[in-house]
């Protein structure tokens, strides 16, 4: 009540209301908070959830959505407590949370605030229901300004420990569900449960074995888009491993084989050029657009993937690399060269095809070096709009 009370202060629309009433407000509050707890513990969530799915038999995608939404119905009960939306709403809740130890907090995190979409899940498998085809993550699309938390962001961001699993029913739903997917577009931030820094622990890493099962058992998955965003600009993390012993391409399922996939976009991923060779031929008969944005290769050359894409047996157009990079430079780990001279060695380029039908690759030129400047030559400039042709 306490903690309530003082709360109020931050918000206008509360300003100017006796103290008398402050009790009769929190009773309003604590009693909707009470039966939104048991909707989401007990089993009210999933058994509703499965009778619309019951009752909507053309609905074929989903989409997760971090920021908040406003419920007109809830408008007349919630205006006079605090109002839906609201950057730090939930600041009562995170009074809280802060005093605890960084793991309890994290782990009620997750169960709170992550674990929504398994009720999705799990009603979609319950009724057996076979026709979504398309899951769609939407980015949290609120910048952190400087010394902003992510906290004070409205919304919830989707992040790898959505796929925290409690029990094994958790992940036969969730393989159930992958099963049905044509296509998928997820960003999967690898961030700390309610924090805008990186997680890398045992916890992490059993979300993200987790989620490497589950994209392994799309098989029938025609379209696949996942990206690892950053917080900051890349140049921050330019050359930084991303906390592992080995590349996240191995925790990502990217080994897998899609037989139906035609379209691929990977972002903020860093991998062996010999895994990005090994997963264009797996897919060489079927794989026909291919994007990579912000990616690393930890060893091997970017110009190399461009020649097998643009002059090997693919099909594979348009083909495009935006902001790419090599781990090193003449020896040196690109992170720790100047700023400019970091931005010079972020490749980008694209397949075109001429008019005599001729496969080429296209660069865009200016102060940026050539995709095939390292290997070739470690001082050659790419000449202004370079077209490198069959």
């Known amino acids: 009540m306490e903690i309530y009370a003082a709360e109020t202060r931050n918000h206008p629309q509360l300003q100017g209301i006796s103290s008398w009433e402050r009790p009769k407000r929190y009773q309003r509050y604590r009693d909707l908070f009470e039966e939104q707890e048991s909707i989401r513990t007990g089993h009210v969530m999933l058994q509703t959830l499965a009778r619309a799915i019951e009752d909507m038999p053309n609905v074929t995608t989903v989409v997760y959505s971090p920021g908040p939404l406003v419920v007109p119905v809830e408008a007349k009960y919630v205006r006079d407590i605090i109002p839906r939306g609201v950057a730090n709403s939930n600041r009562s809740f995170m009074s809280q949370f802060f005093l605890q130890d960084r793991s309890t907090r994290e782990l009620r995190f997750i169960e709170r605030k992550q674990h929504g979409i398994h009720h999705l899940i799990a009603a979609v498998h319950l009724t057996q229901y076979k026709g979504i085809r398309e899951f769609r993550v939407e980015r949290l699309k609120h910048q952190l300004a400087e010394g902003q938390s992510l906290l004070s962001v409205p919304g919830t961001e989707f992040t790898i420990f959505v796929f925290d699993f409690p029990t094994e029913s958790h992940m036969e739903a969730g393989k159930f569900f992958f099963r049905q997917l044509h296509k998928i577009d997820m960003m999967l931030p690898l961030r700390r449960p309610g924090a805008d820094t990186y997680c890398f622990n045992e916890a992490s890493e059993n979300c993200l074995a987790n989620f490497k099962t589950l994209l392994a058992e799309a098989t029938e998955l025609q379209e696949l888009a996942l990206r690892i965003p950053q917080w900051h600009s890349h140049a921050e993390y330019i050359g930084r491993e991303l906390g592992f012993t080995n590349v996240i391409f ?134 202004a709009d370079a077209d490198i042709a069959v």
């Not at 139906?260 to 090994?278: C, D, F, P, V, W």
């Open 250 to 383: 191995n925790h990502l399922g990217l080994e897998s084989t899609w037989p139906r996939l035609r379209k691929m976009t990977l972002g903020g991923i860093r991998a062996k050029e010999k895994q990005l060779h090994k997963l264009i031929s797996r897919h060489i008969d079927t794989l026909r657009e291919l994007h990579l944005g912000v990616c690393a290769l930890s060893s091997g050359f970017w110009a190399n993937l461009v020649d097998e894409v643009v002059y090997g047996c693919t099909r594979i157009t348009p083909f495009t690399l935006l902001s790419v990079y090599e781990d090193e430079v003449n020896e040196m780990p690109i992170g720790q060269l100047p700023h400019e001279e970091q931005q010079m060695w972020l490749y980008r380029g694209e397949v075109r095809v001429n008019a005599e039908g001729q496969r080429y690759w296209y660069e865009p030129g200016g102060n940026v070096k050539s995709v095939y400047a390292r290997r070739l030559q470690p001082d050659v400039e790419s000449a």
